[in-house]
């Protein structure tokens, strides 16, 4: 009497139970050599198309079988031969059904079929890859890259298969996989013939190199495959990579260079070691080529392994999501970390991003590693002293761990007894913004910590209400220049909240609480010349009027370049010119215009959209027309710009411009709009012109009742609101609907008059 194996087991429990991938979930890396194992797979198989099942079910028991196949050690074994003759027939009758009935991601899911037909060595795989690779949906399957690496290995199909899937690089949701799989194979010298060298595949390796956006794998991987194409192909396209804007792929390609006998490219990549945004990248490419010899010795020192963990969490997408162009160390220590104290190693690194369209000034901030890495935006890092740093990180690595819980104060009257925290101080006109709860983890001598803005002898400031440790933050010790990065503009201030991580970041890690932070202040000036600003700008307008359909999408469309540097460019244009500013503003935003009508139909749908130049500038432009007495040319632009914006946004611009114009019907028709299109219209400030209108034009009544329904409905929302953050919004737009009432009605209330009702809800 023989006794059952456990996958035999398995497999008979999960055809009685009707859950096969539940009862095999356990073997997945059970090593299958006996033939009876085999026979059990293959026995059932062919049970489960005999049974009438759910398309679900079947489909997950065929699945769940079908990845033991991968278990077989070897194709000696009694295993291989019986799933060969008796399973491969099974599986192949199994795919060829479910693909023509298949959906989309059931397309994609057949593809590990294909790998497991591909691992026997069926012949019967060749054809069915080259179908599945012109479907748009199995062409996306993540196990296209599962293929690709086993035919890398020295598939004896390999160069067959690559060469028939090269009639698939006009697919371009395939096409990236195909080249990555067959540079794979080709570093592994198991591929002669790549399946890029063709017309078809140098134009698309060419397009590749020649993109700069920020989603640059696609090019790496063009300038990986340049060895392996066809002269004068391959130095066309190795000056187009080498020349890249992309760090990562000038690396790439200088690797190629290597590897094509240069002996200068070794040279560039030996230098790209040195910078630790791409020593990896470049240390690796060395190794490939067997010259490990030329990694410079300071790649192994530990400053060097802390420049390139930080900045390979600044490349992080929810970060920079690129390279900065320079690192540097500028305070190094050993802290006791809260909660528990222990020794950690900090660094403070300074680190500088340039703008890679030579407009804007260069990113200068200070972040934080050590454990983890901190990326400090808007705090003007690099005019603060490293300890105010070390302890703004300290305090708020405790707030993202739940030890202090921050809160924004709608209702100073509620702290007020906090102020006698600081009765010695002569303050006058105290406020408190902000107040801290101290967990008891962090054995802070204080439970609850505010912060207040006030005057001291005649200058603003902040002060810390912390029983004995209260101190004062005069406001001419803290950066107050407008530090620009990733496109934004910070407000010309100090976050308030700052102020008091400081404060009890410098308690919890024992730091002194004075310091002399003047002396770590300076001037901040441009680090671009008027001359520059104005050549780089006039250069992406000619791009995006010339350039390729992609790039004049990238320029035309959403939050560009174009948009962003707008008004630095009229300020530099009208100074060199000695122009009026609101003329050029009035001709460069006319040429915009110009551009946009001269493009296709569906860049022109995309440049009118709601973050576009011609959409966030709009209001500005109409400003502008009127400053300069031309009333009826910003009628004109009005009247041209309804037919593209119907919608909630456009209803919104449209209804504004009139009102700025002076056409109340037009602005009443636009606004009104508003409030027909959606229910929530108490969220719109839009609104509030709506209602200054109809008092001018006789409809007061109808004012007044739109302002109370506004205020009533943001009432209601504050009450019956669990999110902390959301009672902030709703009380913030109750707070400017009451002003407009105020304003409108003076004198009169209305049943939620006042603010000290809700107050207590925020």
Known sequence: MFSSSALQTAIKNGLRNGDMPESLRQLQDYPVHTAADARAICRALRELSNRKLSEKVYVQAVLALSEIFQNVDGHDTPAFRVLYKNGLPELLRFYDRRREHADGSELRELVFFLRILLLYGAPEAVDRLLIASRCENASRSYYWTKIFELLAKGHPDGEEIFSALSSSIS????????????NLAALQSN????????????QFLQEALEKSTPFYSTAISAARAIPFVSNPTSNHLLSIGL????????????????????QPALKWLVRFCQNPSYSKLARNYLVELNRQELIPIECSLESFAILEQFSAALQNHRELGRAPDSLAVVDKRELQWPPDCSTRKIWLIQYVVKDPNGIGDDEIEIGLHGGVSWRTVGYESKQRPPEDLYAFHCSSDALQSGLIKEIEVFDPDEYESMLGHCKEMPLIEVVVTYVAIMSDALNYPAKLVALATGQLEGEKGW??????????FPESEQPKSPQVYSGFVHPNDTYDSMILRIHIGRQLLGFSPTEDRKRYLCSITSTKDRKQIITAYQRLMSEASTGSLERRNELLCGRSPLTKHFKRYIDALSTERQTPYGETFIAVYSDFATIVENSSEDVQIKAYSRLSLLADLFLDFIDELLKANQKDEAAKWIKSFEKKWNSLFGYSVLGLAWFRCGNLVAAEQELIKICDDIDDYCHRD?????????????????ARELLADCLGRLHDMIVASQEEWDKKVYFLQYKQFRSVFRQLFPGEDVKWGRESEIKRFV
């Open 191 to 202: 591929l002669i013939v790549h399946p890029f060298d063709s017309a078809a595949g140098h």
């Open 243 to 262: 020349e890249h804007p992309i760090g990562h792929v000038q690396a790439a390609a200088a690797s190629s260079a290597a590897r094509m006998g240069s």
């Open 686 to 702: 839009e609104v509030g012109t709506l209602a200054a209108i109809w008092c001018q034009v006789g409809k007061s009544i109808r």
């Open 463 to 472: 002060v810390v209400l912390d029983g004995p440790r209260t101190t004062w």
């Open 171 to 182: 697919n371009e949701s395939f096409a990236d996989t195909l080249l990555n799989g067959a």
